[in-house]
């Protein structure tokens, strides 16, 4: 079978056989279909290890069929709700290739809306003070993972030093995997936390954290296919989601830890939450705001030192 009609079959049974060439379906459906294809591609690639550049220059060729059975058993499994990322291995967060595996959260792109603000920041702060472009950047990860964040960070801003703590010892085995493979082992030092248990620096410049914020009673906003996949530790965040916040934050006055930048995810139906707790804890020299996503969702929340 050739790669072309190896890649149809793929499609067709990634999307459950409906054509995006037809006029009658709706933009959702078209988009599903889009995604369906760029599924197909990548899996196709991953097996015959080639680029998805090189699927459409040698699409005439012919594919064995052992790779025609390890193809087609990914995509059932994509069907079956499997991550395409857990079976490639690999996801792209901020330009960059992280290796992913069901030991982590894989990176998802509102996540990207923490790195920017943190160079927004630095970029600021380097403007005004010129001295802070030569001397090192302390910054404290709190529930790492694959060590995207940090990563992305440290990439656009090479003065940075991370304290990437996760709670998961098999969380920080793929983080160090990542760490090395981006050539970051000056640069981090991973080790694993309960939050800042194991932390003992108290002075940091920057705070970035995407803990777990899904609800086990209110705001449960998860698909069956990720509660099934990704790792429950990278999920739940108490009753209403925002437990570990709430711990965390509480650890932050405790052990006086001194930050000027402190920035995380939240999740929908948070906000009003959210919003209490930094009002309570964040009431006097700090100030607080919180940014929506693309989608227009609350999403992200800033605290800076005044
Ligand atoms: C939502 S994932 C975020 C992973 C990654 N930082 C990202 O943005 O894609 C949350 C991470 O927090 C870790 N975690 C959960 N509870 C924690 C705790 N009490 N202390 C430290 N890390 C924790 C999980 O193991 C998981 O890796």
């Not at 197909?40 to 040698?58: G, K």
Request: charged share 30%.
């Amino acid at each position: 079978m050739k790669i072309s009609e190896l890649l149809l079959e793929g499609k067709r049974g990634l999307s459950d056989g409906k054509e995006d060439s037809s006029d009658s379906l709706g933009l959702e459906e078209r988009v599903q279909n889009a995604v369906c294809s760029l599924d197909a591609e990548v899996l196709l690639a991953h097996v015959l290890d080639c680029s998805r550049e090189n699927l459409i220059r040698d699409s005439q060729e012919e594919v064995s069929e052992d790779d025609r059975q390890v193809y087609l058993k990914y995509v059932e499994q994509v069907v079956q709700g499997k991550p395409v990322a857990y079976l490639t291995h690999q996801k792209e967060f901020y330009g960059m290739d992280f290796y992913v595996d069901e030991r982590v959260l894989i990176p998802r792109p509102e996540t990207e809306m923490i790195v920017d603000h943190v160079l927004d920041w630095l970029v600021d702060k380097s403007r005004k003070d010129d001295a802070d472009l030569s001397r090192e950047i302390r910054m404290l990860d709190v529930g790492t993972g694959s060590l995207n964040i940090t990563a992305a960070i440290i990439r656009h801003f090479g003065h940075v030093y991370s304290h990437a703590v996760d709670i998961s010892e098999e969380a920080l085995e793929v983080a160090r995997i990542n760490s090395e493979s981006h050539g970051l082992e000056t640069h981090a030092e991973i080790y694993q936390s309960d939050l800042l248990s194991n932390v003992d620096e108290t002075d940091f410049d920057i705070i970035v954290t995407n803990l777990p914020y899904i609800g086990e009673k209110v705001n449960r906003n998860v698909s069956a296919d990720v509660e099934k996949h990704e790792p429950s530790s990278a999920l739940w965040g108490g009753d209403d989601g925002l437990e570990l916040y709430k711990k965390m934050i509480q650890e932050i006055l405790d052990k006086n830890i001194d930050f000027n930048l402190f920035v995380g995810e939240f999740g929908s139906g948070q906000v009003d939450a959210m919003s209490a707790m930094l009002s309570k804890f964040f009431e006097q020299g700090y100030r607080w705001e919180i940014k929506a996503d693309l989608a227009g969702i609350p999403r992200m929340f800033i605290v800076e030192k005044v």
